[in-house]
């Protein structure tokens, strides 16, 4: 739907602040200015993420470092910089949705080389955050095995691979898939049979626990 704010401004679908007025938000707003199409910022979305981050997103000017320095960006959907611009650009489903926020390792190498002081990191962990909150992130496979991993860690205070894989594989009712891969790595030292816990797991468990009810998941 193309909403008409005034001859020179062309809304695609109406702002959240205008929602009274049609009962339906936007993802992009369009200025046509002197012919040209020219793409706004979702006001509510990139406040959303500025606010609950603290980070200035709208500062990028997409140089690309921080997808340059990514470690795991071949294996992302959306790579870093671009995360960024569909921020400013209000794509908050494609976002919110994406593989990407479930791929990134938290290492901060994007952050740190981002010359805008941007900390893209801990934009893609607010993003994490609202996918949960929006329910965006049930769609995502990486999501689910994310929260295997964190189980994992707060049974055993470390992760046990060979646990949460098999536990992934059986909920896929993929029982035998990767199972050579799985073997090799077995034999040579890779991964452990048995977990190895660490000794004071009930702190961790505190820890972990403070920060699921501090956020509510
Ligand atoms: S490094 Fe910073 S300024 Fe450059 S594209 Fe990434 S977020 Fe934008
Ligand atoms: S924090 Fe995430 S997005 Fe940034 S460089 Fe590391 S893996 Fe890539």
């Known amino acids: ?15 959240k602040d205008l929602r009274a007025a049609s009962g339906k938000s936007i993802d992009i707003i369009e200025i046509k200015f002197k012919n040209k199409n020219l793409i706004m910022p979702h006001p509510s979305f990139l406040d959303e993420i500025e606010k609950y981050s603290g980070v200035t997103v709208a500062q990028c000017y997409q140089c690309y470092r921080c997808t340059n320095g990514c470690p795991v960006a071949r294996d992302m959907d959306i790579v870093p910089h671009r995360v960024i611009a569909y921020i400013i650009k ?28 941007i900390d893209i990191a801990r934009v893609i962990e607010t993003a994490r955050r609202l996918s949960i909150e929006s329910g965006l992130a049930a769609r995502r496979d990486t999501r689910f095995f994310d929260g295997l ?6 049974r ?12 992934y594989r059986l909920s896929k009712k993929e029982f035998f898939k990767d199972a050579a891969l799985g073997l090799d790595m077995i034999r040579r030292g890779r991964i452990g049979l048995a977990p190895h816990n660490i000794r004071d797991r009930k702190t961790l468990r505190a820890i972990i626990r403070e920060i699921r009810e501090g956020t509510g998941k």
């Open 149 to 154: 991993m964190i189980d994992s860690v707060e």
């Open 90 to 117: 209000g794509e908050r489903e494609k976002v919110l949705s994406s593989k990407a926020l479930w791929t990134c390792l938290q290492c901060i190498t994007c952050s740190v080389r981002c010359p805008n002081g």
């Open 156 to 167: 055993h205070g470390r992760l046990y691979e060979l646990g949460t894989i098999m536990r």
């Open 1 to 15: 739907m193309i909403w008409q704010a005034s001859p020179v401004f062309r809304i695609r679908r109406p702002a």
